[in-house]
């Protein structure tokens, strides 16, 4: 690791925006949290390798897929929630629960890393404003609106559109998540629904884990004139790391009979990705969303959490100072928590349940 990267990790570590260690373990090991703190064959995260990576914030995907849908929706986004609850209960001495900017500091300062949660995709409400207002209360801090099937008041990206983008029970899912300081993400939402949930939201936006339209025209990407209103709304882009979403040629593959491997992006590709969003919306607008274990392929280097600081390298030998990188790994997502911290608190009742 060279020096600027170590500084920029001194200054403040990766806080990754997705993660989908829950299901993965869901559907590999029976939820089970033991062994964790050791290496892993199977998954692409473990302890040794978040340590490895600088990984000192994970926002862990509590996900269930779009078929999964009412109660059993609801339940499983539940399971979800208690595995993170189980994962950190047991690994005390690794992970703290965290829900506010000061929190994760604080887990930093312990030499822990702080473990939020991200609930993604709008149909594990099962259209219930209600379950929404409790997962507030579990500490769940941002709510992907969409995941792969338009939900009954939003459209996703890999959807026929149904709602022409938020229907207005979307409008009023936007502001009751920015009064109860949830975070609106818009990863897995259609072109669309990015532009009217921003034209909805009095709060930041994020996007937890998603690339570039400009670079891949993946339909999980961004496209440059939703990433260039992030300024005005003080919103992060969280660049991912899946193969599709950095390169072309991976995209194209998905398209074929798939006969051939995958073609592996490189980590330069990555790099050009976090330099695309820094240059139309600026350094204060992108940040880290790996999506590791929710995917099959990565560049070749990070394949798994632990390969963060190779990224940060090649930035690094592209001018990046170390403020720059501190700013990506971790202070920019931060930022954006401080904003809304106030209002989750308040709604929350203020503690874990």
């Known amino acids: 690791m060279n020096q600027v990267v170590a500084e920029a990790l001194a200054l403040c570590g990766v806080i990754d925006g997705h993660n989908d260690l829950p299901w993965a373990s869901r559907e590999e090991r029976g939820y089970g949290t033991d062994g964790l703190d050791s290496s892993v064959a199977g998954l692409q995260t473990d302890v040794p390798r978040l340590r490895a990576g600088g990984v000192q914030g994970q926002f862990w995907s509590v996900y269930v897929p779009s078929d999964l849908e009412g109660a059993a929706a609801v339940q499983a986004t ?127 936006v994020i996007f937890s884990h998603s690339s570039c339209t400009a670079l891949s025209s993946s339909v999980r990407n961004v496209p440059d004139d939703v990433i260039a209103r992030l300024p005005e709304n003080g919103g992060v882009q969280m ?3 899946v193969s599709s979403f950095l390169s072309q040629e991976a995209a194209d593959w998905w398209y074929t009979d798939r006969s051939s491997p995958e073609p592996l992006p490189t980590i330069e590709q990555a790099a050009d990705h976090v330099e695309h969003v820094r240059s139309v919306a600026g350094l204060a607008h992108v940040g880290l969303g790996g999506d590791y274990d929710g995917a099959p392929t990565f560049p070749a280097g990070m394949e798994d959490v632990s390969g963060y600081p190779k990224l940060l390298e090649e930035l690094a030998r592209r001018g990046w100072t170390a403020s720059d990188l501190a700013d990506l790994c971790g202070r920019n997502v931060l930022r954006v928590l401080r904003q809304t911290d106030e209002a989750f608190l308040s709604a929350s009742g203020g503690r874990f349940l």
């Open 239 to 241: 660049v991912s790391f």
């Open 78 to 204: 539940l399971e979800q929630i208690d595995f993170v609850y189980r994962l950190v209960g047991e690994h005390p001495q690794h992970f703290a629960l965290a829900r506010t900017a000061a929190e994760v500091e604080q887990a930093q300062g312990e030499g822990r890393i702080a473990s939020l949660l991200g609930a993604e995709g709008g149909h594990s409400l099962n259209d219930s404003p209600g379950v929404l207002r409790m997962f507030a209360r579990l500490g769940v801090r941002y709510l992907t609106l969409t995941h792969f099937a338009n939900t009954t008041w939003a459209d996703s990206a890999t959807d026929t559109p149904v709602h022409g983008g938020l229907s207005e029970r979307g409008v009023q899912y936007v502001r009751e998540m920015n009064r109860l300081g949830m975070l609106v993400d818009l990863s897995h939402v259609s072109h669309a629904t990015m532009h009217q949930a921003l034209d909805v939201s009095t709060a930041p």
